[in-house]
């Protein structure tokens, strides 16, 4: 009996050790993973860092493919031992080593404070506007405000300093207290570029407001449909021209450096996108001006020999001069880049003295040359090659585009103006000046909205464009009978606010009419004893300038004080 139950004690003694072993091995450290065996096995496809693969792995291993694996392990054993308590302090944020701690804490306070501020006052602007605020019942005095779709936070915080910098005597660098918030700068070069803060599209205005300002500009519609252009349209505030009186200033001659361009000049006409003017005249020569008012600086002068000059105009591109003479039966293409001098010799499908007269599509495609018997010769304006002609009845005397080049009007001999289609190269409608025996000049507004006829009688009747359609007799809406010789030309001025017209037959004899009123100016020109005949005008391409060559080889300069712009 004693022998059996010493042995019952050592098998009872047995199994309570193998179960604390088992209990502890429960407990027991995973050295392996923490020593890097717990890795990717080296049958893997891809490589490990580039390193050799092997079968068995070094213990300075700690990482592989961006993985710390002894880190995923103590975390495992710390969730094994604290539960929930090291959960709660995994979601807290971490700090950088470095960091200041009391700078994130103010920054973190600071966008506290600013979106709370933000959520005040759009709560207080939603409950200051009423509910329908596109209502009819409203009564609201002012335009509704709305709310930005989205801030940045940082623009406040960001500032810029404005430097001015001066070439006269003085102090040169920063201005003091000149730091400004980076939204206003923002804000002042968008008015500086487009003339207001806001959009016209963007502003929430009032309905009955609007219709306050329609009432108020129901007297001036009419007024400021007339002076409306394709290129500068005029805002229901700007300041209409006065009619009667003309304020203008006589500046320097433009031409008073060189004086060299002959004594009859033939061509003055201004840049479109530069302050330049060239000056053409019978000496052949043609000259370019840098127009400033008080001075006008000479920048180059071309010499066409055995070339007197009849008509210059400039491309409409502005990169080239395209020159005729009465003399010769070619034109001549002055290239303002390179310098050079083209000759177009004459087309045989063109009559000879067809090069003399001509005018510029606006378009920059087409060249529309008086020929003889009735016909016009259209050119490619690029190739400078004919294309086809077109016939009329007597001869050509004038030719004008219109605003887009898709019209071609041209008056003759027996009175008749005829309207051209440019895309069909057809005739589609004509009809008879009124009163005239011998069409010499026609115009038409940048509105397309008037039509000017001159005549050999110095009549010049005022159509409106909208009228002459389907109507071979019209009446004009204005006939002017200022002047007593053949009108040798007509300009209205880019506004459409002026028309000019002036015959080279007799002394002084130029007019300026004003619109929509019909009506002359009565002081201008000023009458004088030493005045010479006009031989040619233009407008500058805002309308600030006048510019006008005469008889006695000088190009006047004037300044039109209502317009602001060159």
Same mark, same amino acid.
Request: aromatic share 8%; glycine share 8%; hydrophobic share 30%.
């Given at each position: 009996?004693?022998?059996?139950?010493?042995?019952?004690?050592?098998?009872?003694?047995?199994?309570?050790?193998?179960?604390?072993?088992?209990?502890?091995?429960?407990?027991?450290?995973?050295?392996?993973?923490?020593?890097?065996?717990?890795?990717?096995?080296?049958?893997?496809?891809?490589?490990?860092?580039?390193?050799?693969?092997?079968?068995?792995?070094?213990?300075?291993?700690?990482?592989?493919?961006?993985?710390?694996?002894? #880190?995923?392990? /103590?975390?495992? +054993?710390?969730?094994?031992?604290?539960?929930? *308590?090291? =959960?709660? %302090?995994?979601?807290? &944020?971490?700090?950088?080593?470095?960091?200041?701690?009391?700078?994130?804490?103010?920054?973190?306070?600071?966008?506290?404070?600013?979106?709370?501020?933000?959520?005040?006052?759009?709560?207080?602007?939603?409950?200051?506007?009423?509910?329908?605020?596109?209502?009819?019942?409203?009564?609201?005095?002012?335009?509704?405000?709305?709310?930005?779709?989205?801030?940045?936070?940082?623009?406040?915080?960001?500032?810029?300093?404005?430097?001015?910098?001066?070439?006269?005597?003085?102090?040169?660098?920063?201005?003091?207290?000149?730091?400004?918030?980076?939204?206003?700068?923002?804000?002042?070069?968008?008015?500086?570029?487009?003339?207001?803060?806001?959009?016209?599209?963007?502003?929430?205005?009032?309905?009955?407001?609007?219709?306050?300002?329609?009432?108020?500009?129901?007297? #001036?519609?009419? /007024?400021?449909? +007339?002076?409306?252009?394709?290129?500068?349209? *005029?805002? =229901?505030? %700007?300041?209409?021209? &006065?009619?009667?009186?003309?304020?203008?200033?006589?500046?320097?001659?433009?031409?008073?450096?060189?004086?060299?361009?002959?004594?009859?000049?033939?061509?003055?006409?201004?840049?479109?996108?530069?302050?330049?003017?060239?000056?053409?005249?019978?000496?052949?020569?043609?000259?370019?001006?840098?127009?400033?008012?008080?001075?006008?600086?000479?920048?180059?002068?071309?010499?066409?020999?055995?070339?007197?000059?009849?008509?210059?105009?400039?491309?409409?591109?502005?990169?080239?001069?395209?020159?005729?003479?009465?003399?010769?039966?070619?034109?001549?293409?002055?290239?303002?880049?390179?310098?050079?001098?083209?000759?177009?010799?004459?087309?045989?499908?063109?009559?000879?003295?067809?090069?003399?007269?001509?005018?510029?599509?606006?378009?920059?495609?087409?060249?529309?040359?008086?020929?003889?018997?009735?016909?016009?010769?259209?050119?490619?304006?690029?190739?400078?090659?004919?294309?086809?002609?077109?016939?009329?009845?007597?001869?050509?005397?004038?030719?004008?585009?219109?605003?887009?080049?898709?019209?071609?009007?041209?008056?003759?001999?027996?009175?008749?103006?005829?309207?051209?289609?440019?895309?069909?190269?057809?005739?589609?409608?004509?009809?008879?000046?009124?009163?005239?025996?011998?069409?010499?000049?026609?115009?038409?507004?940048?509105?397309?909205?008037?039509?000017?006829?001159?005549?050999?009688?110095?009549?010049?009747?005022?159509?409106?464009?909208?009228?002459?359609?389907?109507?071979?007799?019209?009446?004009?809406?204005?006939?002017?009978?200022?002047?007593?010789?053949?009108?040798?030309?007509?300009?209205?001025?880019?506004?459409?606010?002026?028309?000019?017209?002036?015959?080279?037959?007799?002394?002084?004899?130029?007019?300026?009419?004003?619109?929509?009123?019909?009506?002359?100016?009565?002081?201008?020109?000023?009458?004088?004893?030493?005045?010479?005949?006009?031989?040619?005008?233009?407008?500058?391409?805002?309308?600030?300038?006048?510019?006008?060559?005469?008889?006695?080889?000088?190009?006047?300069?004037?300044?039109?004080?209502?317009?602001?712009?060159?």
């Amino acid at each position: 009996m004693g022998r059996k139950n010493k042995k019952t004690l050592s098998k009872n003694k047995a199994e309570s050790v193998e179960q604390l072993k088992s209990q502890s091995s429960e407990f027991q450290l995973d050295l392996g993973a923490l020593d890097g065996y717990d890795l990717p096995s080296v049958d893997d496809k891809e490589d490990v860092h580039g390193q050799p693969q092997s079968k068995k792995f070094k213990q300075s291993k700690p990482e592989v493919l961006g993985i710390d694996y002894r #880190e995923r392990e /103590e975390k495992r +054993l710390e969730e094994l031992l604290f539960g929930e *308590l090291f =959960k709660k %302090s995994e979601h807290e &944020p971490q700090v950088k080593k470095g960091t200041d701690i009391k700078s994130l804490e103010s920054k973190k306070s600071k966008k506290r404070l600013r979106k709370q501020i933000s959520i005040k006052e759009s709560r207080e602007a939603k409950d200051a506007l009423p509910e329908d605020v596109y209502g009819k019942n409203l009564g609201l005095s002012s335009t509704a405000v709305r709310q930005a779709a989205w801030v940045d936070e940082d623009d406040e915080d960001l500032k810029c300093k404005n430097v001015q910098f001066q070439k006269e005597k003085g102090l040169v660098g920063e201005k003091a207290g000149s730091e400004t918030v980076y939204k206003q700068v923002l804000e002042k070069r968008f008015a500086s570029i487009h003339g207001q803060i806001t959009p016209k599209w963007a502003q929430l205005q009032n309905k009955d407001k609007k219709k306050a300002q329609q009432e108020d500009s129901d007297n #001036e519609e009419d /007024e400021q449909d +007339l002076t409306k252009t394709a290129t500068n349209l *005029l805002r =229901k505030d %700007s300041i209409l021209l &006065p009619k009667e009186i003309i304020k203008y200033s006589r500046m320097s001659d433009i031409n008073k450096e060189t004086r060299a361009e002959g004594c009859l000049i033939k061509s003055v006409e201004f840049h479109k996108k530069q302050s330049v003017a060239l000056v053409g005249g019978d000496s052949g020569v043609l000259t370019l001006f840098q127009i400033g008012g008080s001075t006008n600086a000479k920048i180059q002068s071309i010499t066409f020999k055995q070339y007197p000059i009849h008509k210059a105009r400039f491309s409409a591109n502005g990169e080239e001069v395209i020159v005729s003479s009465n003399v010769t039966g070619n034109i001549q293409v002055h290239n303002l880049a390179n310098g050079r001098n083209t000759i177009i010799p004459h087309n045989k499908q063109m009559e000879q003295g067809s090069y003399k007269n001509f005018v510029l599509s606006p378009d920059g495609k087409l060249i529309a040359f008086q020929g003889q018997f009735g016909y016009i010769h259209l050119m490619s304006a690029r190739s400078k090659e004919w294309i086809t002609s077109l016939k009329m009845n007597g001869n050509v005397h004038a030719l004008t585009f219109n605003a887009d080049g898709t019209r071609l009007y041209s008056h003759g001999e027996f009175g008749e103006v005829y309207v051209w289609d440019m895309n069909g190269r057809v005739c589609v409608h004509k009809f008879l000046d009124d009163g005239c025996i011998t069409g010499t000049s026609v115009a038409i507004s940048p509105t397309q909205q008037y039509l000017a006829c001159g005549s050999s009688s110095g009549i010049v009747n005022l159509y409106n464009t909208n009228q002459l359609e389907n109507n071979s007799l019209p009446k004009p809406d204005k006939v002017i009978q200022n002047l007593v010789t053949k009108i040798s030309g007509i300009n209205f001025h880019p506004s459409s606010e002026i028309v000019s017209m002036f015959s080279s037959e007799k002394e002084n004899a130029v007019r300026l009419a004003h619109f929509p009123s019909m009506t002359i100016f009565k002081n201008f020109p000023i009458q004088n004893k030493s005045s010479a005949r006009v031989c040619t005008m233009d407008f500058s391409p805002s309308g600030g300038y006048m510019a006008a060559g005469f008889n006695n080889g000088s190009a006047l300069l004037y300044r039109l004080n209502h317009y602001d712009q060159y």
